[in-house]
């Protein structure tokens, strides 16, 4: 569907889903496959510690400008 302005394609799309329950489960587990995937609680926590870990190495690397310990 591109016509998102459009209430009467959209009305169509919405109908056709009604229409199809296969299609709709279809479409419901692709969308639960790729929340998993893209949004798993391993992989939230992993991205949270490679950021965490970034901004550590950062603020340290400034401290020991600032502190002259990299001189």
């Known amino acids: 569907m591109t016509d998102f302005q459009n209430p009467d394609a959209f009305a169509a799309r919405i109908d056709y ?4 329950p296969g299609k ?8 639960r ?5 893209y949004y798993s609680w391993s992989r ?5 510690v490679n950021i ?3 901004i550590n ?7 020991m400008i600032s502190t002259g310990v990299a001189d």
């Not at 939230?44 to 949270?48: R, T």
């Open 52 to 54: 965490l870990d970034s």
């Open 33 to 37: 496959q790729l929340a998993e995937l």
């Open 44 to 48: 939230v926590g992993s991205e949270l």
């Open 24 to 31: 709709t489960a279809e479409m419901g587990r692709s969308g």
């Open 17 to 20: 889903l009604l229409s199809n």
């Open 57 to 63: 190495t950062r603020v340290g690397a400034i401290s």
